[in-house]
């Protein structure tokens, strides 16, 4: 019996990648899964979970099951920290999108003590605080991405990142201005399953995983000058990495 | 209800990611959850299942629910990909691995007409045919990534890189070589759920994702001369990539 949700899942699956059925298209629904295999109504239900499951389909309440239609975001990790596009003013996120909509919400700026891990990665003392940013970025009305970042207060505090609005080119514009141009950067990835409060801020559909990106950007001293800890919704992204030997 | 399985999760989750509770230990059972929160015995399991979906649990059959005490790989890609490791005949994963014990399981080597994708990626016509590398890998008993290679027949036929025995510094030694030395890597990332034969493959615990990673190699002329796809069990990694601006 599972074997036959699967097999159904697979036929599916084949004509979701053929192209045969495109996105947005609906999916057959149960009834009429159940006439053209001789399955039970849960038997196909079941069959539609796992493509649901796979990212590959998204249920609309009272209306069926979809080919999944979010045309995904693809992030360019060293197009969009290169310094040519936030030097000149322009957010690092025009590399990703392009002419979509993007906007920023929940934006919240406070000082506070950092998260022992971002105060080993900042290398602080006890005493040091940072400034945190934190804010979802929501793409074409879906929230993509939660993000926060924490910088030195000591050293940002009386700049405009201690603002809701950095201005043009954004932190590391203002970074560069203070001389502490990030140059270099690492980012650590991990994917999982979201917590049920993130499922709820990204609006997960079921069976979404989100990947974690912390990435630490250092000045060309070395110094690591920022963390920010983003937290992406999996369905939507492409991640692009360039590397050399 | 829904809501007292999350603050129970969030209880324990707060408890492992603060040490109190450490790798390899036996969470409370759904009796003491009952006891101790005063809910259903359905209520304590749908709590438990919370931090299992997360990547942070696994059930054990007939034994309980543990934290996840499986050592991350941290798979670090420019190390990885650094000719200084597989010119001098090192495994690339002896990057990632240090002593864990690794194994390769289930080589197959074949020549056949490349997937359409495949093709394009590697500029191939028509006709051309490539040489398919597919092998599971095995760290300390536990399967964590299938990875299928990609190569031009034409080029690499003749070559160790159609023998199961690469050799050593394996494929990339191979092709450095034949003077197609890769010196530059494009890795696309894709989180999302297994399907049921994947899950099967790689032993996933319930709720785990799997990471695709794609990755290309080119010569130093700009010619694409690999293209790897890989499935890893996301549980198991962190990613991590060094990227400068």
């Known amino acids: 019996m599972a074997e036959t949700a699967r097999q ?16 947005g298209d609906r999916l057959p629904g149960e009834p009429a899964l159940v006439t053209k295999y001789g399955v039970a109504k849960e038997t196909a239900r079941r069959a539609l979970t796992l493509l649901v499951t796979e990212g590959l389909a998204v249920r ?3 209306s069926g099951t979809y080919v999944r239609d979010f045309r995904p975001i693809r992030r360019v990790a060293n197009r969009r ?62 929230p993509v991405q939660m993000a926060t970042s924490y910088l030195p207060a000591e050293l940002v505090r009386e700049s405009a990142i201690a ?60 110094r690591p000058i920022e963390v920010n800890q983003m937290l992406l919704d999996a369905g939507v992204y492409v991640l692009e990495y360039h590397l050399d030997s």
């Open 8 to 23: 159904i899942a697979d036929d599916l699956r084949s004509r979701i990648t053929s192209g045969e059925l495109d996105a």
């Open 60 to 62: 609309k309440r009272g």
């Open 81 to 142: 920290l290169a310094q040519d596009g936030w030097g000149a003013g322009r957010s690092i996120w025009g590399a990703d999108l392009g002419d979509r909509q993007l906007s920023v919400v929940d934006l919240k700026v406070s000082e506070t003590a950092p998260p022992s891990q971002v105060a080993r990665s900042l290398d602080l003392g006890e005493a040091e605080s940072v400034i945190v940013r934190s804010r979802r970025f929501v793409v074409e009305g879906e």
């Open 163 to 222: 603002q809701p609005d950095t201005g043009p080119g954004g932190t590391y514009a203002r970074l560069a201005d203070l001389g502490l141009a990030p140059v270099r950067f690492t980012e650590e990835l991990r994917a999982r399953m979201p917590s049920p409060a993130e499922s709820d801020l990204l609006a997960l559909s079921e069976g979404t995983p989100v990947v974690e990106i912390c990435r630490t950007a250092f000045t060309k001293e070395g």
